[in-house]
């Protein structure tokens, strides 16, 4: 079964940085776009990055310039660096990645568990 793993959330002061990673496992045959998602309490979630395969990068203008998005396929890993962090980026991020399995021929969702991102002022 695939997971999602992730890891690099926690408590930083304004205009500090974070790194978040979130690695797959499990029975991949191939991973395609691969996103970071965050929900703080009270507001709908959002989309805040994502990058397919070919590379070309998307992010909500609230957090274009500040945040980048990578990712290491080699290491079925997808990174989001967060710089100039405001206390209006405090949320649960969460990774999402569409994975085919081995042994099947669709792609399926998959989300991580979540970590919290709170940004003191």
């Known amino acids: 079964q695939v997971q999602l793993v992730e890891s690099g959330g926690g408590l930083v002061q304004a205009g500090g940085s974070l790194r978040l990673s979130c690695a797959a496992s499990g029975s991949i045959f191939i991973i395609g776009t691969m996103a970071w998602y965050r929900q703080a309490p009270g507001k709908q979630r959002e989309l805040v990055a994502l990058?397919?395969?070919?590379?070309?990068?998307n992010y909500a203008d609230s957090v274009k310039g500040r945040f980048t998005i990578s990712r290491d396929n080699a290491k079925n890993t997808v990174y989001l660096q967060m710089n100039s962090l405001k206390p209006e980026d405090t949320a649960v991020y969460r990774c999402?990645?569409?994975?085919?399995?081995?042994?099947?021929?669709?792609?399926?969702?998959?989300w991580g568990q979540g970590t919290q991102v709170t940004v003191s002022s």
């Open positions: 990058i397919p395969t070919d590379g070309r990068t």
């Open positions: 999402n990645a569409r994975i085919r399995s081995n042994g099947t021929s669709y792609f399926m969702n998959y």
